[in-house]
Structure formats: C-alpha cells, structure tokens
C-alpha cells in the first residue's frame, strides 16, 4: 500500500454538540466517498462554548462522541481522528484530549495535550484555566503508516515533533483551533516547519470562523509531505480537503537528506 | 537604544579571497553608510572552490582573512558576523567556523558549524569529508542584544535554536550557502520557523547565484522579527538587506506569548 488518500474536516464547531457529531459525520462519509483510509477532525470538533463551560460538558473517552466516531469509523471502515474532546478527569479541570478511532471502532491510547494556550495576544486566552496539561507523547502504528498527536498550541514547540518523529512517526495530526490573528503571520510556516524538519507528513485540521467559543478560527487547513510541499490546502469555508500521500516519500526523503542521523545536540 | 539598524549581506563568492574581501569591503561599507551597527556575512564569504582544496585554504581565526574584518569593523565602528571561513585545524579537515568582530576589533568565541551537510540532494554534497564537526553552542552579549550562532544546514535542527534561546539568544545569525534546488521549498519556512517558534530575530546571510564552490546557491537572504514578520528579503542579486530592528518587540512578543515558560518537554 504504497499511495494512501486521507483528509482533514474544518469545522465552525458550536456549542450544540448534536448539530456538531451531524456535520462531522456528513464530512466523514465524503471522505470516504473520495476512498481516504484516515480523516482528522480540528480541535474540540465536539463543543465549543465559553470555556468555563468545559468542566460541565466534558465526558470520558469512552463517552457519547468518540461513540459517535466509533460508529462512522465501523460504517465507513475508516480511521478517525478525533480532532480532540474535553475529557472528563475526576474532580479536576477536563484533558483536551485526542484519540485515534480504528475502522473496527477499537481506541489509540489518548494523547492529551501538553502545551496549553495562555496568551495575551487575539482577545487573550487561558486554557489553563479550565484545562489540565497532559505529559505524554503518543504515536500509534496502525499498519501502513505510525502517527504521532499533537494539538493546535503544540505547533509551536519542535521539542515535541522531535520526539514523535524519534518514536517512528512518519504523519503529524494537528487538529488545531488557531486564532484568525496568530493564523496569518504563524500557521503555515509552522505546520510546514514541523513537516520539513522532521520529514514527515502533516495533516492539520483547523476550526474556522466565528466558533461558538466566540472569537475567529483561521482556516486553512493543510496537508503537507515530507518535503514540505502543501498537498492539499483548505481557504475559510468549512469542508474537507484532501491528498493522496505517497508513503514512498518518506523513506526517499529521509534517504537522500539523513536529518535525523545528523542531530548531534 | 531601542532600534538598531542590521544589514546582511549577498554575495557570489570565489576561489580569488582577495576579491572576496574587495567584495566584502564594499558592502561593508554601504552598511555602515545606512547607518547598520552589526552586519553579517554569507558562510565562505573569503573562499568558495571546490571542497576538496579547503584544507589548503583553511586559516587560523586570528589569519588574515579575520584580520581583515577586524579593519573594516575598527573603521567603520561596526559589528562584522564573519560568516564563516574554513578554519585550520592542525593536521585535521578544517572547521567551519564562524565569528563576530566587535567595533573594537575583538572577536568573540569561535562557533564551529555543529551540522554538516552531506546529502544527495542537490547534485550529492559531503560537508564533512573536508571539515570537521564543532560542538559547543555559543552566543555572545554585545551589549545591546545577545547574538546566537549557527550556520547554514544549522536551520534544520530546532533543537540548536532552542539552546540559543534558553541561553539568552535575542538575535539568530544564519549565514548561509543555501542550494538553489532546496532553498525554494526550505530556506523561508525554516528561517521564519526560529523566528517565530523562539520569538526571535533572525539575520540570514546567504550566497547567491552561481559560486566558485561549482553549483547554484539560493539567495534570497533575510531578516525577521520575533514574530515572524519579514522585515527585508533580497532577491537572487549579490549586494546588502537592512532593517530597523525594534529591539522591544522581543519583550512585547515574548510577555504576550510566554512560549519560552510554556515549554515542558
């Protein structure tokens, strides 16, 4: 299996949880139509409402909406990326967690992610405040390819791409919800940065628009190869897009310009 | 002093060193016109021929090619970033080693390109068969900023400009011999990548066009803000970039998006 379609659904995710899991599951099934074997949905694809929210909506991986994509994942023999959900943690504050659903509907462990978005910059944002950091780096082999988690904030930090890459990832997810003002100057060279670095593919699936956590999400996700090249790009509107990865690439790439034996520090 | 203007400088060096440094002189010159109180050149500013004959060409840092920058930096009262130069190494390949000349004359600690480009891109390059490896990081305070070294296949491992940072890096030197066939898809994104991810400036020095070293180099040398905004870029001509460098953006940047104390792997 040497060429294999995938796809990235954006999303203008609102609080409505019901109205959310209707147009993931449209965008799932088109892209199983166009014959993609993965599809990454963005960040929080499941709910997104004022953040002090997150505690009461949150639910255990095993909850209502990564059932939901374990159904779709079983009806269209599909893997999919659950972009990430809050996920219930006891008494404490909810994990922004991810998890790959395998077409026979069985779970990857949950990624949950590191690096938190307390910024100053868009409106200001802490994540902090109603979410808990996860600690580990997750890859999971799902036979013709391992990918390695990440989500939206952990763009900026290589350490992390790094370590996947180390593990044996050879796709990056970043199911991401990045801000319409840091989206300009920063997303594209960052997920093509982590794809040339690392000489991997990156699929990154980015909320757009006018959310219903109440600022603007940029848009344009990507599918990048190892090369850097931009497979697939997305404009503002939500849909999918998607490429054809030839897996070749990677082996080619890492062959011809041997990065990761060069690092030395 | 809030503002400093920069400049770097392209050039299509030769295997004549003297009319590199007649080359060298003059863009040196038209920056201290412009009012550039720190300017960098590309790696192999004094020497590009085929690799083979470097070990022959190489200098002590204290030789005359280094002696003649310390002139140019007396007489301009200028900060001149050598580059790099083929740098003697006893019975050893050469280091390629890069230094900063203050306006005084003195020269700070030598960086020895930690990352060696030996690939088969580009017509196949071996770097390290006539140069030997460095491995310390360094930086240098001048006062006004801190400056952190590296030098052209440097740009592809984070890792080092991480260090730089933590170290107290404000300022990112990057000369550079960029390849005309990896430039287009690399050189951009990667430079503006450790802009962004590490919130700092960046000086990228590269040579242009067809050198004596045999084969196409990139150009399109740059300088970039922390966050990641393109302040001047050449083309494919030999000649000097400048900028204004805001020297507060590096707080602003840095207290709006704290990524330095958000790192946790």
Redesign the interface.
Known sequence: MDTISVAAVQLTSSSDKKENCQKAARYVQKAAEAQCRLVVLPEHWEWLGPPKEKPKIAEPVEGPSIQFLQELAKKYQIFVVSGSIAEKNGEKQPFNTSVLVHPDGGLSKPYRK???F????AGGHKESQFTC?G?E?VIENIGWATVGFSIC?DV?????Y??LASNGAGIFLIPANFTALTGP??WE??V??RA??NQCFVIAADQTGMTGAGWEAHGHSMIVDP???VLAMAGREEGIITAKLDLNKLTEVR?????QS????
Chains 1, 2 share one sequence.
């Open positions: 590191i690096h938190l307390d910024t100053e910059v950091p600690s780096v904030y900026r930090f290589p350490e992390l790094r370590q100057p920063h060279v960052l093509r940065a040339i670095e090369w850097g090249e062959q011809k310009m041997p990065v060069h690092r030395r520090l």
